[in-house]
């Protein structure tokens, strides 16, 4: 017992290096968000805002909540989409077995590995001959791209280890396929909804690529473009900058923080068999 309280210390000492390390960019990002244009070069930096200013959040409030809206938008028209599509795909796979069944999947995989921006290149010429360029509703199928599969992944290996019993029973009662995954597979499917809802939400959140490529000229942009609005040739509007994004990352930390339980269930699901 004595002999492995050094090394539970080393290992804690370690750990709190390893999580300073990767936490002080964040709190960097709200330092330089409260301090002023002045003091943005000053050598040595200053670690604190000794002389803070709220101008940067005074510039959120006055120009980036239309941005915020379309990201909540995104985001929602994201999830919506994407469980809509992965949740009865999943559950096929995991069920119905159809044929093709694992090729299919190994396609999923592939898909996830394909680059965004050769994505965004064919969606720009997709959309300029349908005429949705620019549009909210195809920036949300775009974003869907994303995440579908990865959430197809996730609802087939948690419905797998749905038993075969409880389908069987809801068929004995006299309910369809149809009946049996919206009244019974889809409330016992909780963790991996929420797991595949986060994902999809906060991958649209936080796209640049698509937002850029897709909606770059339209009325509808999301944060990440009112953020990028801030950067010109000869002039960045750091603290505006940083407060924007201290101010973007509350939803998302916020959704993480009330969904961890949820996602580290629903992304080992399928992991163990009884």
């Given at each position: 017992?004595?002999?492995?309280?050094?090394?539970?210390?080393?290992?804690?000492?370690?750990?709190?290096?390893?999580?300073?390390?990767?936490?002080?960019?964040?709190?960097?990002?709200?330092?330089?968000?409260?301090?002023?244009?002045?003091?943005?070069?000053?050598?040595?930096?200053?670690?604190?805002?000794?002389?803070?200013?709220?101008?940067?959040?005074?510039?959120?409030?006055?120009?980036?909540?239309?941005?915020?809206?379309?990201?909540?938008?995104?985001?929602?028209?994201?999830?919506?989409?994407?469980?809509?599509?992965?949740?009865?795909?999943?559950?096929?796979?995991?069920?119905?077995?159809?044929?093709?069944?694992?090729?299919?999947?190994?396609?999923?995989?592939?898909?996830?590995?394909?680059?965004?921006?050769?994505?965004?290149?064919?969606?720009?010429?997709?959309?300029?001959?349908?005429?949705?360029?620019?549009?909210?509703?195809?920036?949300?199928?775009?974003?869907?791209?994303?995440?579908?599969?990865?959430?197809?992944?996730?609802?087939?290996?948690?419905?797998?280890?749905?038993?075969?019993?409880?389908?069987?029973?809801?068929?004995?009662?006299g309910a369809g396929r149809l009946r049996t995954f919206w009244s019974v597979v889809l409330p016992v499917s909780r963790?991996?909804?929420?797991?595949?809802?986060?994902?999809?939400?906060?991958?649209?959140?936080?796209?640049?690529?698509?937002a850029s490529t897709l909606a770059g000229g339209g009325d509808y942009q999301p944060i990440t473009l009112g953020i990028?609005?801030?950067?010109?040739?000869?002039?960045?509007?750091?603290?505006?900058?940083?407060a924007t994004a201290v101010v973007a990352s509350i939803p998302a930390a916020v959704l993480l923080i009330l969904a961890?339980?949820?996602?580290?269930?629903?992304?080992?699901?399928?992991?163990?068999?009884?």
């Open positions: 017992m004595t002999t492995s309280t050094p090394r539970t210390w080393w290992k804690t000492g370690i750990g709190l290096v390893l999580t300073g390390l990767m936490l002080f960019p964040v709190y960097w990002m709200i330092n330089v968000s409260f301090t002023r244009d002045q003091d943005m070069r000053a050598s040595p930096p200053h670690l604190f805002p000794t002389n803070g200013t709220l101008d940067g959040y005074r510039a959120v409030l006055d120009q980036q909540l239309p941005y915020l809206g379309t990201s909540f938008l995104v985001g929602l028209g994201t999830v919506a989409l994407t469980v809509a599509l992965a949740a009865p795909a999943g559950y096929a796979l995991a069920k119905l077995r159809p044929p093709g069944g694992p090729a299919l999947s190994f396609m999923l995989l592939i898909a996830q590995m394909i680059p965004g921006i050769i994505m965004a290149m064919g969606f720009y010429a997709i959309y300029l001959t349908l005429g949705v360029l620019n549009t909210l509703p195809g920036l949300i199928l775009a974003d869907t791209t994303l995440a579908v599969p990865f959430a197809v992944l996730i609802f087939t290996a948690f419905m797998s280890g749905i038993p075969d019993e409880l389908l069987q029973a809801a068929v004995v009662d963790n991996s909804i929420v797991t595949v809802s986060l994902f999809a939400f906060l991958w649209s959140w936080s796209d640049f690529i698509f990028y609005h801030y950067i010109g040739n000869n002039n960045q509007q750091w603290n505006a900058i940083m961890q339980r949820y996602v580290s269930m629903g992304v080992t699901a399928g992991a163990v068999k009884d």
